[in-house]
């Protein structure tokens, strides 16, 4: 059984990956808005946002821009990049795949 | 990428954006009515270790290779400063080894490989020939010849013909000075591929008999006479008497035929009357696709075909060189390979004396390796940063090397052993920067690789433990160690031999007087040209000869005066065949080819050249009288078996010379006329008032250093005539000094190495024997307590190392017995297998493992056996 960060690391990336697919955000309003889109079932703490958030840039995947947030402070703000589209689309659809083969295993017997 | 080179902006934004997540927690809290610090109390609990999510963070961002590797950058620098005194002997000696090399390097690159300053310099070769019975192997050739070679010629483009000789310089505001010079045909520039600083070189059909005297200048002359100023093309100058119009400049890097050559002239290709004289060599290009052996070939069938239409030339051959080959001479090229493999030797030496350094440390610092372990470092992330350690340190070593590399490059080109044109290629430039990186980073990972490797196979258990004292491991640390001395030792042992060898050559060659018995510092000598086409007539030139020497007579301390056409040991004035009376020789056969000298009587007794049989020259001997000559001891035991030969005649130069017939009356001393290091040849002798040549050498014997009469003179016998030059001042012990020089470079390079091999090699013993002692502190406390005598303690140390050299020794010995023989073209008078040197060699080498094993054993005896059996 691989190492449970594993799994928990990766579906992370991908629900960053849709939520700023929509708009770009900060990381405050990611993990709010991860809370509100799964009726507060995800709760993605700091400790495994940002990690993920450092590594997806590091990838190319999304890039930062400094913006004024809503509070009138500084906040970094998280968009897709192109490549970034491509791999959501990709993640999307293995993740599809996998809860799929894992619901059937565990839905009967 | 960011985040390597803008480390602290990185880590302030980070700072920051979880700053804000914090600030917004705390919002939240306050928002559902928690009080401001129970509110940041709940925010921090929320969001868990700060430090460890800068960590990720920082994780998840990456290290990239080149932050791992100045991060190993870094950290070796501090292990290399935190212990100087290795990093210090370690630089020291890599700086010796990695300098030594980078110099040699230059020197060897420019000599044999750096392109040359012409258009496809590898395309252009120099003609020679050479036959029997005027054997020099490049020798020289004649206008007719070259007639000849021109027409059969396939190929290369355009064959050139050119000479050197001493040219006579004046005419304009300057007084006249004798340079060195070539007379050229046409075609010489464009064959070499340069172009001229300013003007033209010579046109097509500038070399037809009938053209008008043409000069081109080399840059220095031009600088020295005329100002560097442009308007010199088209002034007129007096090349030996002869107006010659200024045509072009060359640039200084251009020196050919030779590195003093100053003027190029044109030559007039008169059609020879006969064949002779043999002043000429060819120069030509290769035709495209042609190679070098190809033409070699076709110019051995020319060969034949000369051969054929004249008979005196038996044996005849053509070489052909290589432009570089040329300029190189037939010296330099084993010298420097011996030399370079020599240096590389030293370095070898040098690496294994860091390496044994590094060893030693590797225990030192083996529970710093072992914590770093255990602390959850790879094992190839260990091995990485020592090498990088061990890299940084070769580097270190590297560039502390340069500058000695560029003081020996330096003084090599100013020193110019053998005076090759060559010389100007070697510099020390970016190529020679390469290369020292490129040795330094190789020497690194050398040496650092063993103890790195060592180190990272540290066992944890027994390292962290107290002492880290494995037996197994530390026996076989030490066997590593002692074979690396052992190898220095054998190494340096056989550079050893080779200096060795080298200097009892060279002090053999030193001892070469070559035949003359007069202390060489009282003996001046100096070469006078006239100047004046008017001494080219016999009786003008005798008088004014005899005013020269009348004059020198005269100035206070000249104890003798005479004057020749050569000199000891090799300024060689003329060679030529000779006919003895009675002789039947056949059409086609010739005497050997000897030396032939012009003298005034008091020659003999100024060098005081013993006489034999008969008597010397007198003044008598002139043109009124009967025509005689002297021979040398080696010519009369050659052609006259040693026996009547007083009485018997000779004719200068072949059957065929017109020349008249001398009565030998003479027999001398063998003298050298062709270099210290050449067997003597048989020479005859021929007086000055019979044969009359327009340049002599004035030879002066003083009772004292004659160098201090050189002004007086020269002053004396400028004032003659105006247009009297004088060159080649000097006494006969320079002469004889420079003579040698290429072999005291080489011998004096040697050693150096040798010396620095040898330091290299007693340092090593030194650290390895203080170590075992060292090692060893317990049981010499033992034994001092068991009641050992201090002898005893210092027997058992130097034992020690005593038996490492004997091995080394031994080693080394074999060693030089297999590779000496590539001296064999260097070594004058002495044998590869010299057995003095090949008994003395080891004899130094244990003195100095003795000194350096003397101080560990002293050391030794110091130790208190209260304190060691305490520890």
């Not at chain 2, 030496?349 to 072992?370: D, G, H, Q, S």
């Not at chain 2, 001892?511 to 006078?528: D, E, K």
């Not at chain 2, 006489?611 to 000559?629: C, I, M």
């Amino acid at each position: 059984m691989s190492k449970p960060t594993d799994l928990v690391q990766g579906t992370v990336d991908l629900l960053i990956l849709k939520t700023i697919a929509i708009e770009p955000m900060h990381g405050w309003a990611i993990a709010q808005r991860i809370r509100q889109m799964s009726n507060e079932v995800l709760q993605v703490g700091q400790s495994a946002l940002y990690p993920a958030l450092h590594k997806l840039e590091q990838e190319g995947w999304i890039e930062a821009e400094w913006k004024t947030s809503e509070s009138n402070r500084r906040a970094k703000y998280y968009s897709l990049t192109r490549a970034g589209r491509k791999a959501l689309a990709k993640e999307a659809t293995q993740w599809e795949r996998l809860s799929a083969a894992i619901s059937l295993i565990v839905r009967t017997a | 990428m960011r985040s390597l080179f803008r480390r602290t902006e990185v880590e302030q934004e980070l700072d920051e954006e979880l700053q804000y997540h914090l600030e917004r927690q705390i919002d939240e809290g306050l928002a559902k009515g928690l009080p401001r610090d129970e509110a940041r109390y709940a925010a921090l609990r929320a969001l868990g270790a700060i430090t460890q999510n800068k960590e990720a963070c920082r994780a998840m961002r990456g290290v990239s290779w080149i932050e791992n590797t100045m991060q190993d950058l870094r950290y070796g620098a501090r292990a290399l400063r935190k212990n100087l005194a290795f990093t210090i002997a370690a630089v020291l000696a890599l700086a010796l080894g990695i300098g030594a090399n980078t110099a040699m390097f230059s020197v060897a690159y420019g000599m044999l490989w750096r392109p040359l300053p012409y258009v496809d310099a590898d395309r252009v070769a120099v003609v020679y020939m050479s036959y029997f019975p005027r054997d020099f192997r490049f020798g020289t050739m004649s206008v007719r010849d070259y007639l000849i070679w021109r027409e059969d010629n396939r190929a290369f483009e355009n064959p050139s013909l050119f000479r050197t000789l001493r040219m006579d310089i004046g005419g304009n505001i300057d007084a006249p000075e004798q340079v060195q010079g070539a007379s050229v045909t046409a075609g010489f520039f464009s064959t070499l591929g340069v172009q001229p600083l300013i003007g033209r070189t010579f046109r097509v059909g500038e070399d037809k008999p009938g053209t008008g005297s043409r000069a081109v200048l080399s840059e220095s002359i031009w600088r020295r006479r005329f100002g560097a100023r442009p308007d010199a093309l088209g002034q007129t100058i007096l090349v030996n008497g002869v107006p010659s119009v200024i045509i072009g400049v060359m640039r200084d890097s251009f020196r050919f035929p030779r590195r003093e050559t100053e003027v190029w002239t044109n030559l007039p290709l008169n059609p020879p009357p006969r064949y002779g004289p043999w002043f000429y060599r060819g120069v030509a290009r290769l035709k495209p696709g042609v190679t070098l052996q190809q033409a070699q070939a076709e110019v051995n069938n020319i060969a034949l075909r000369m051969m054929q239409r004249n008979p005196y030339y038996k044996r005849l051959t053509l070489p052909v060189l290589s432009l570089r080959e040329a300029l190189l001479g037939n010296s330099v090229k084993p010298a420097l390979l011996v030399l370079t493999g020599a240096v590389g030797l030293v370095l070898l030496i040098a690496v294994v004396n860091v390496a044994n350094l590094m060893l030693a440390r590797a225990t030192v610092r083996k529970r710093e390796m072992a914590l770093r372990l255990s602390l959850g470092a790879a094992r190839a992330r260990l091995v990485r940063q020592l090498l990088t350690e061990s890299v940084l340190l070769a580097v270190m070593g590297g560039v502390t090397g340069l500058a000695l590399a560029w003081g020996g490059v330096e003084l090599i080109r100013a020193w110019n052993p053998g005076n090759l044109p060559l010389i100007d290629s070697v510099r020390l430039d970016w190529t020679a920067l390469s290369f020292m990186i490129l040795v330094s980073v190789s020497t690194g990972v050398l040496f650092g690789l063993a103890p790195a490797f060592e180190s990272a196979r540290t066992d944890l258990n027994s390292a962290i433990k107290e002492g880290g004292r494995t037996q197994a491991a530390g026996q076989t640390r030490g066997r590593t160690r002692a074979t690396l001395v052992i190898s220095e030792i054998a190494a340096s042992l056989m550079l050893l031999v080779g200096a060795g060898l080298l200097l009892r050559s060279f002090m053999n060659l030193r001892a070469v007087t070559g035949g003359f018995s007069t202390p060489s510092r009282q003996i001046l000598t100096m070469l006078i040209s006239p100047g004046n086409a008017k001494y080219n007539d016999v009786p003008a030139g005798t008088a004014f000869y005899s005013e020269v020497l009348r004059r020198a007579r005269n100035v206070p301390g000249v104890e003798m005066a005479a004057l020749t056409d050569s000199l000891p040991p090799d300024r060689q004035g003329d060679a030529d065949t000779f006919t003895v009376e009675g002789q039947s020789l056949a059409l086609g056969e010739m005497n050997p080819v000897v030396s032939v000298i012009t003298a005034t009587s008091g020659l003999f007794q100024a060098f005081r050249i013993p006489l034999v049989k008969g008597r010397y020259f007198t003044e008598h001997d002139n043109q009124d009288s009967k025509p005689v000559a002297i021979v040398s001891e080696g010519f009369a035991r050659r052609f006259f078996s040693n026996q009547n030969v007083l009485g018997r005649r000779i004719k200068h130069s072949g059957p065929g010379s017109g020349e008249q017939w001398m009565e030998i009356v003479g027999v001398v001393g063998n003298v050298k006329y062709l270099g210290p290091a050449v067997d003597t040849d048989p020479a005859y002798y021929m007086p000055f008032g019979q044969k009359y040549y327009t340049r002599m050498f004035l030879v002066v014997r003083s009772s004292g250093d004659a160098g201090r009469l050189a002004m007086l003179l020269r002053q004396e016998i400028q004032s003659i005539d105006p247009g009297v030059t004088l060159a080649q001042i000097g006494t006969m012990e320079r002469a004889l000094s420079l003579s040698v020089s290429q072999p005291r470079f080489d011998t004096m390079v040697l050693t150096l190495f040798a010396g620095i091999a040898l330091l290299l090699a007693a340092v090593g013993i030194y650290g390895l024997i203080s170590y075992s002692v060292a090692q060893r502190t317990h049981e010499i406390g033992v034994r001092m307590a068991l009641g050992a005598a201090q002898a005893d303690i210092v027997r058992m140390v130097v034992r020690q190392g005593a038996l490492l050299a004997a091995i080394g020794i031994v080693l080394g010995l074999g060693g030089a017995l297999a590779l000496t023989h590539l001296l064999r073209t260097m070594l004058f008078g002495i044998d590869v297998r010299d057995p003095l040197t090949f008994a003395g060699a080891p004899l130094g080498m244990i003195v100095a493992v003795l000194l350096a094993t003397l101080l560990p054993a002293l050391r030794a005896t110091r130790i208190s056996p209260v304190v060691a059996l305490r520890d």
